[in-house]
Protein backbone atom coordinates (compact mmCIF):
# COMPACT_ATOMS: atom_id res chain seq x y z
CA UNK A 1 0.00 0.00 0.00
CA UNK A 2 0.71 3.96 0.06
CA UNK A 3 1.62 4.02 3.25
CA UNK A 4 1.60 2.18 7.14
CA UNK A 5 -2.12 1.08 7.34
CA UNK A 6 -3.72 0.26 11.36
CA UNK A 7 -6.70 -0.71 12.40
CA UNK A 8 -9.25 -0.46 13.83
CA UNK A 9 -8.98 3.42 13.67
CA UNK A 10 -10.67 3.59 17.11
CA UNK A 11 -11.37 0.90 19.79
CA UNK A 12 -13.45 0.98 23.32
CA UNK A 13 -12.68 -1.53 25.31
CA UNK A 14 -14.30 -2.84 28.44
CA UNK A 15 -11.92 -3.19 31.53
CA UNK A 16 -10.29 -6.49 31.63
CA UNK A 17 -10.92 -6.85 27.76
CA UNK A 18 -8.20 -8.74 25.55
CA UNK A 19 -7.82 -6.15 22.54
CA UNK A 20 -5.58 -7.10 19.27
CA UNK A 21 -4.35 -4.09 17.12
CA UNK A 22 -3.07 -4.83 13.56
CA UNK A 23 -0.80 -2.92 11.78
CA UNK A 24 0.19 -3.24 7.84
CA UNK A 25 3.48 -1.87 6.86
CA UNK A 26 5.00 -0.38 3.57
CA UNK A 27 5.82 -3.07 1.58
CA UNK A 28 9.25 -4.11 1.88
CA UNK A 29 9.76 -2.24 5.08
CA UNK A 30 12.25 -4.24 7.23
CA UNK A 31 11.71 -2.70 10.51
CA UNK A 32 8.79 -2.21 12.70
CA UNK A 33 8.10 -0.42 15.56
CA UNK A 34 5.30 0.17 18.02
CA UNK A 35 4.96 2.86 19.79
CA UNK A 36 2.41 4.55 22.76
CA UNK A 37 1.51 8.08 22.35
CA UNK A 38 -0.61 9.54 25.30
CA UNK A 39 -2.57 12.69 25.15
CA UNK A 40 -0.42 15.68 24.82
CA UNK A 41 2.97 13.51 24.80
CA UNK A 42 5.27 12.08 22.76
CA UNK A 43 5.68 8.62 21.21
CA UNK A 44 6.92 6.08 23.66
CA UNK A 45 8.84 3.00 22.43
CA UNK A 46 7.25 -0.24 23.11
CA UNK A 47 8.60 -2.82 20.65
CA UNK A 48 10.79 -3.36 17.39
CA UNK A 49 10.75 -6.25 15.33
CA UNK A 50 13.30 -6.57 12.03
CA UNK A 51 11.77 -8.84 9.73
CA UNK A 52 10.27 -11.44 12.34
CA UNK A 53 12.52 -11.42 15.11
CA UNK A 54 11.52 -9.15 18.00
CA UNK A 55 14.99 -7.47 18.61
CA UNK A 56 13.45 -5.28 21.30
CA UNK A 57 10.78 -5.66 23.37
CA UNK A 58 12.09 -3.11 26.58
CA UNK A 59 9.14 -0.60 26.64
CA UNK A 60 6.55 -2.87 26.76
CA UNK A 61 4.89 -2.00 29.97
CA UNK A 62 4.15 -5.07 31.53
CA UNK A 63 3.56 -8.83 30.30
CA UNK A 64 0.11 -7.83 29.88
CA UNK A 65 1.25 -6.48 26.30
CA UNK A 66 2.47 -8.60 23.75
CA UNK A 67 3.48 -8.23 19.97
CA UNK A 68 3.82 -10.82 17.08
CA UNK A 69 5.47 -10.30 13.37
CA UNK A 70 5.06 -13.95 12.33
CA UNK A 71 5.72 -13.38 8.60
CA UNK A 72 7.67 -10.55 8.84
CA UNK A 73 5.14 -8.16 7.21
CA UNK A 74 1.81 -7.32 9.45
CA UNK A 75 2.51 -6.67 12.86
CA UNK A 76 -0.53 -7.62 15.65
CA UNK A 77 -0.15 -5.69 19.30
CA UNK A 78 -2.10 -7.76 21.78
CA UNK A 79 -3.32 -5.95 25.22
CA UNK A 80 -4.86 -8.77 27.88
CA UNK A 81 -6.55 -7.23 30.71
CA UNK A 82 -6.81 -3.65 29.75
CA UNK A 83 -6.90 -1.56 32.26
CA UNK A 84 -7.46 2.61 32.27
CA UNK A 85 -4.06 3.09 31.89
CA UNK A 86 -3.65 1.75 28.74
CA UNK A 87 -5.76 4.53 27.33
CA UNK A 88 -3.55 6.10 24.48
CA UNK A 89 -2.57 5.90 20.71
CA UNK A 90 -1.26 2.88 19.58
CA UNK A 91 0.91 3.75 16.48
CA UNK A 92 2.81 1.63 14.15
CA UNK A 93 5.85 3.25 12.15
CA UNK A 94 7.89 0.86 9.18
CA UNK A 95 11.06 1.54 7.72
CA UNK A 96 13.34 0.00 5.11
CA UNK A 97 16.93 -0.40 5.88
CA UNK A 98 18.61 1.04 7.42
CA UNK A 99 15.82 1.96 9.92
CA UNK A 100 16.17 5.79 10.37
CA UNK A 101 13.17 6.88 8.25
CA UNK A 102 10.30 6.07 10.09
CA UNK A 103 7.07 6.05 8.49
CA UNK A 104 4.05 6.14 10.89
CA UNK A 105 0.06 4.84 10.47
CA UNK A 106 -2.32 7.39 11.62
CA UNK A 107 -2.29 5.11 14.98
CA UNK A 108 -5.30 3.44 17.04
CA UNK A 109 -6.98 5.16 19.85
CA UNK A 110 -7.69 3.02 22.35
CA UNK A 111 -10.08 3.69 25.22
CA UNK A 112 -10.45 1.90 28.52
CA UNK A 113 -13.82 2.28 30.47
CA UNK B 1 14.50 9.45 33.05
CA UNK B 2 13.47 12.00 30.15
CA UNK B 3 16.74 11.46 27.67
CA UNK B 4 15.48 14.13 25.25
CA UNK B 5 14.00 17.20 27.08
CA UNK B 6 11.90 19.43 24.22
CA UNK B 7 10.99 23.17 24.88
CA UNK B 8 8.72 25.79 24.86
CA UNK B 9 5.54 23.68 25.05
CA UNK B 10 3.49 26.00 22.84
CA UNK B 11 4.28 28.60 20.77
CA UNK B 12 2.12 31.57 18.80
CA UNK B 13 3.93 32.68 15.79
CA UNK B 14 2.70 35.45 13.36
CA UNK B 15 2.64 34.67 9.47
CA UNK B 16 5.65 35.23 8.44
CA UNK B 17 7.33 34.86 11.17
CA UNK B 18 10.50 32.56 12.56
CA UNK B 19 9.38 29.33 14.68
CA UNK B 20 12.08 28.29 16.69
CA UNK B 21 11.78 25.05 18.87
CA UNK B 22 14.62 23.20 21.07
CA UNK B 23 15.70 20.14 22.18
CA UNK B 24 18.03 18.81 24.59
CA UNK B 25 19.58 15.54 25.06
CA UNK B 26 21.79 13.55 27.19
CA UNK B 27 22.80 10.24 26.06
CA UNK B 28 26.37 10.78 23.53
CA UNK B 29 25.50 7.36 22.01
CA UNK B 30 22.53 8.87 19.66
CA UNK B 31 23.78 9.75 16.29
CA UNK B 32 20.54 10.94 14.36
CA UNK B 33 18.23 13.46 15.57
CA UNK B 34 14.92 13.84 13.30
CA UNK B 35 12.48 16.52 13.52
CA UNK B 36 8.82 15.31 13.14
CA UNK B 37 5.61 17.22 12.64
CA UNK B 38 2.03 15.88 13.35
CA UNK B 39 -1.45 17.27 12.63
CA UNK B 40 -4.61 15.77 14.63
CA UNK B 41 -5.80 12.70 14.11
CA UNK B 42 -2.48 11.62 12.52
CA UNK B 43 0.59 9.53 12.92
CA UNK B 44 3.59 11.95 13.00
CA UNK B 45 5.44 12.32 9.82
CA UNK B 46 9.15 12.98 9.27
CA UNK B 47 10.41 17.13 9.07
CA UNK B 48 14.06 17.19 7.95
CA UNK B 49 16.91 15.25 10.27
CA UNK B 50 20.41 15.62 10.69
CA UNK B 51 23.34 13.63 11.90
CA UNK B 52 26.16 15.34 14.76
CA UNK B 53 29.20 15.57 11.93
CA UNK B 54 27.39 18.71 10.51
CA UNK B 55 26.17 21.84 12.54
CA UNK B 56 23.44 22.58 10.41
CA UNK B 57 20.67 21.07 7.60
CA UNK B 58 18.38 23.40 5.84
CA UNK B 59 15.46 21.91 3.57
CA UNK B 60 13.19 24.76 2.29
CA UNK B 61 11.84 26.78 5.09
CA UNK B 62 13.06 24.50 7.55
CA UNK B 63 16.48 24.55 9.18
CA UNK B 64 18.20 22.04 12.19
CA UNK B 65 20.92 23.54 14.18
CA UNK B 66 23.00 21.62 16.05
CA UNK B 67 25.38 21.57 18.43
CA UNK B 68 26.97 18.47 19.21
CA UNK B 69 29.18 19.65 22.56
CA UNK B 70 26.27 21.14 24.70
CA UNK B 71 24.10 18.46 23.33
CA UNK B 72 21.29 20.64 22.00
CA UNK B 73 19.56 20.80 18.58
CA UNK B 74 16.34 23.25 17.24
CA UNK B 75 14.33 23.69 14.60
CA UNK B 76 13.87 26.74 12.60
CA UNK B 77 10.78 27.57 10.55
CA UNK B 78 11.57 30.68 8.17
CA UNK B 79 8.84 32.50 6.95
CA UNK B 80 6.30 30.38 8.99
CA UNK B 81 2.79 29.86 7.65
CA UNK B 82 -0.69 29.08 8.89
CA UNK B 83 -0.37 25.76 7.17
CA UNK B 84 2.57 25.15 9.68
CA UNK B 85 0.24 24.93 12.71
CA UNK B 86 0.91 21.60 14.21
CA UNK B 87 2.65 19.71 16.82
CA UNK B 88 6.37 18.93 16.33
CA UNK B 89 8.43 16.62 18.11
CA UNK B 90 11.97 15.95 18.20
CA UNK B 91 13.63 12.33 18.62
CA UNK B 92 16.65 10.92 18.57
CA UNK B 93 17.80 7.65 17.71
CA UNK B 94 21.52 5.42 18.45
CA UNK B 95 23.89 3.49 16.45
CA UNK B 96 22.14 0.32 15.44
CA UNK B 97 19.33 0.88 18.24
CA UNK B 98 16.20 0.32 16.98
CA UNK B 99 14.09 2.67 19.20
CA UNK B 100 13.54 6.58 19.11
CA UNK B 101 13.32 8.42 21.92
CA UNK B 102 11.18 11.30 21.45
CA UNK B 103 10.14 14.74 22.85
CA UNK B 104 7.34 15.71 24.75
CA UNK B 105 6.12 18.13 21.60
CA UNK B 106 5.50 21.73 21.31
CA UNK B 107 2.16 22.79 19.52
CA UNK B 108 3.21 25.64 17.46
CA UNK B 109 0.42 28.31 16.81
CA UNK B 110 0.61 30.19 13.40
CA UNK B 111 -1.33 33.22 13.61
CA UNK B 112 -2.44 34.83 10.22
Known amino acids: GAGVSQSPRYKVAKRGQDVALRCDPISGHVSLFWYQQALGQGPEFLTY????????KSGLPSDRFFAERPEGSVSTLKIQRTQQEDSAVYLCASARPPGEKLFFGSGTQLSVL | QQQVKQSPQSLIVQKGGISIINCAYE??????FPWYQQFPGKGPALLIA?????SEKKEGRFTISFNKSAKQFSLHIMDSQPGDSATYFCAARGTNAGKSTFGDGTTLTVKP
Open chain 1, 49 to 56: FQNEAQLD
Open chain 2, 27 to 32: NTAFDY
Open chain 2, 50 to 54: IRPDV
